[in-house]
């Protein structure tokens, strides 16, 4: 069945939408906004925390994207980018875009389907030029080929229907690069067609991004620029924000009680506590490592597991045991809690499980007396390193003695994705959409699968779900994969927190998401009021 988006609807609905705010938008200021680390580089297809992908969102334009002041994407948030309008063939398994007349990059050079083109040659790889890394090449998989019909036409074509594709491409993994630029320039110099330009970074200092005067949308963005000054400290970062220094902490990246010492000192602070954008922390066990390889020690590990005093202690009461779909209301896909009370490892009598574990590990040789010694390999960011440090206390009753090393951001992703550990504390996606969480960690050799899971049956399961239209199957499906992996302990899930984000009232037409910490950060309509 052939489905189309006409985009003249959409335009009229945006338009309308936004009416009321291009009356009352005053142009000029640069937002000052708080971000927690320092990122390895800024080449979006080859990074993988928001500490780059965030405020590389606004450089760059994807073919659709998100509609940003929907708080939950879906198929139906998804609006016009570079593309104009886009439709599928009658089989699913071609999709046609129609692509915007007169866009040039940030250098002066006009876009063309030839960038589209390019842009996914690096992706799948065909290309003579290579990315470092390349962690989303998994939710490509399923693309054959991407052919051009002239400067203003691409087609995706596919291997098999998968309707969900174009959130995909509405996500910062469609961010589109110019074939003229080498990925090596990418990574310190970042050229896109987004409404800002990048201007400047310093390490463990700031990253600076201007307006762009030639955007595409000569009427955006509002704001002349935005400086993303980097403070490690939480606390430092909170009192920063109380004296006036940013106009808005990076959105998801406040504990509880730092948002809430901000509302306490700062009342006439705006300040939000969502779902966290789909974040879940996660137990990550290298099944290649003895004795790790040995399924009865990852199911010990699995059952020392105290996932309501994480929720009371690392996510200090505000937060959701969950599975690997995020819980809602947060996330449209994943279990009910009483539905997750019945995955293997979810049964809520602590002692019981702890019992069970130790004497799994006394059949094994261990016990008080012989305890198995590891380290837990983190992030040196409280995010991190709070869950990590509670869940070597919780291993610690079943004859585990796990040491903490935690490294910083630059080095830690390599080594994951090295498998450079053997225990491992880790954050991961888990939403908007179910197809691309199970395709890009548990899918047998995706780049994301840091743990080495492997399972045939599992593989056959993600593709059936992606082929999949009817949405109450597709949530039936996720379902059962949910059960599947907990099952199998593939990367456990610990946890998932609420977090803070707080503004100044001068910061105008900002929407926090509720399902993803990527797809909100690019603020071409963010303006001030001063």
């Not at 936004?18 to 390895?40: E, H, I, M, N």
């Not at 490690?232 to 948002?259: C, E, R, Y």
């Not at 490592?289 to 199911?299: A, C, L, Q, W, Y």
């Not at 200090?316 to 490892?345: N, R, T």
């Amino acid at each position: 069945m052939k489905r189309s988006w006409c985009a003249l609807a959409v335009a009229v609905g945006l338009l309308l939408g936004l009416s009321t705010v291009a009356l009352a938008q005053k142009r000029g200021g640069v937002l000052t906004v708080w971000l927690p680390d320092s990122p390895g580089g800024l080449s979006i297809h080859e990074e993988a925390t928001v500490m780059s992908m965030g405020p590389m969102a606004g450089v760059f334009d994807n073919l659709i994207v998100f509609d940003q002041h929907v708080k939950q994407s879906s198929l139906d948030t998804i609006l016009p980018d570079l593309a104009t309008q886009w439709s599928w063939s009658g089989d699913g398994l071609a999709l046609t875009f129609q692509l915007r007349h007169g866009v040039k990059f940030h250098d002066g050079q006009p876009f063309t389907a030839q960038d589209v083109l390019c842009t996914w040659a690096l992706l799948l790889e065909t290309s003579a030029d290579k990315l470092r890394v390349n962690p989303r090449k998994a939710l490509h998989r399923n693309v054959e080929t991407v052919t051009a019909n002239g400067d203003f036409e691409v087609t995706f074509h596919l291997k098999q229907p998968q309707p969900a594709y174009p959130m995909v491409l509405a996500s910062v993994a469609g961010a589109i690069y110019p074939c003229h630029v080498k990925p090596a320039q990418m990574r310190t110099q970042p050229i896109g067609t987004g409404p800002f330009a990048f201007v400047a970074f310093k390490p463990n200092e700031y990253i600076e991004v201007k307006r762009n005067a030639d955007y595409w949308r000569p009427d955006r963005p509002y704001l002349d620029g935005i400086e993303y000054r980097i403070v490690k400290d939480p606390g430092t970062a909170m009192l920063a924000f109380v004296a006036g220094k940013f106009d808005l902490t990076m959105p998801h990246q406040l504990s509880i009680a730092n948002t809430r010492n901000i509302q306490s000192q700062a009342p006439w602070a705006n300040c939000e506590i969502t779902a966290g954008g789909g974040i879940n922390r996660h137990l990550l066990i290298n099944r290649t490592t003895p004795p790790f390889d040995n399924p009865e020690i990852r199911r010990a590990m699995a059952l020392s597991i105290d996932r309501k005093a994480f929720v009371e202690i690392a996510a200090e009461g505000e937060g959701d045991i969950g599975g690997v779909l995020q819980p809602p209301p947060g996330g449209k896909w994943g279990m009910s809690a009483e539905m997750l009370k019945d995955l293997p490892g979810y049964d809520p009598d602590v002692a019981k499980n702890r019992e069970e574990a130790r004497a799994i590990m006394r059949k094994l040789g261990y016990g008080p007396e012989n305890r198995l010694k590891f380290k837990v390999l983190t992030r040196d960011s409280s995010f991190y390193k709070t869950p990590a440090v509670l869940l070597i206390d919780q291993l610690k009753e079943v004859y585990f003695d796990g040491e903490l090393d935690s490294v910083e951001t630059p080095a830690f992703f390599p080594r994951v994705y090295r498998h450079d550990f053997t225990i491992g504390l880790n954050l991961q996606t888990s939403g908007p959409d179910p197809g691309m969480v199970f395709e890009q960690f548990y899918r047998c050799g995706s780049t994301l699968n840091w743990d080495g899971y492997c399972d045939r049956d599992v593989d056959r399961l993600i593709e059936q779900h992606a082929m999949t239209a009817d949405q109450d199957r597709l949530k039936q499906m996720g379902w059962e994969l949910e059960r599947k992996l907990a099952a199998d302990l593939a990367r456990p899930i610990l946890f998932y927190t609420r977090v803070g984000t707080c503004w100044k009232p001068a910061v105008k037409n900002l929407t926090v998401m509720e399902d993803s910490i990527f797809n909100d950060n690019r603020r071409d309509e963010v303006w001030l009021d001063r």
